[in-house]
């Protein structure tokens, strides 16, 4: 079971489910990380990238954004690990 679940309602409500809550709230929580995960990669790894903003990349400023972005999922994946599989 995961941390957001919850058990089944016990008998007949007439409003929409609790698991039918919680999914809505993991999906407005997963967007809102997903938002928020994008705009921060955007903004680190294009201030640190593009020194000359212009119509199209070059190939450094590409290959600089590749590896800038794949370091962010990486330590993000990292903390992840950290924080939900630590001793509580």
């Known amino acids: ?3 957001f679940s919850s058990p089944a309602p016990s008998s007949g409500s ?3 489910s609790t698991e039918a809550l919680m999914d809505q709230v993991k ?5 809102a990380y997903a ?5 921060t990669v955007r903004s ?9 903003p212009g ?8 290959g600089c954004i ?3 972005v794949e ?10 690990q950290a924080l939900f599989n630590s001793p509580r």
């Open 1 to 3: 079971m995961d941390p």
């Open 14 to 16: 007439s409003g929409p």
């Open 66 to 68: 590749s590896r800038c």
């Open 44 to 52: 680190k790894c294009f201030s640190k990238c593009i020194t000359k």
């Open 71 to 80: 370091r962010y999922i990486e330590a993000t994946r990292i903390i992840g």
């Open 35 to 39: 938002e928020e995960f994008l705009e």
């Open 55 to 62: 119509t199209g990349l070059s190939g450094s400023e590409s």
């Open 27 to 31: 999906a407005q929580l997963a967007q």
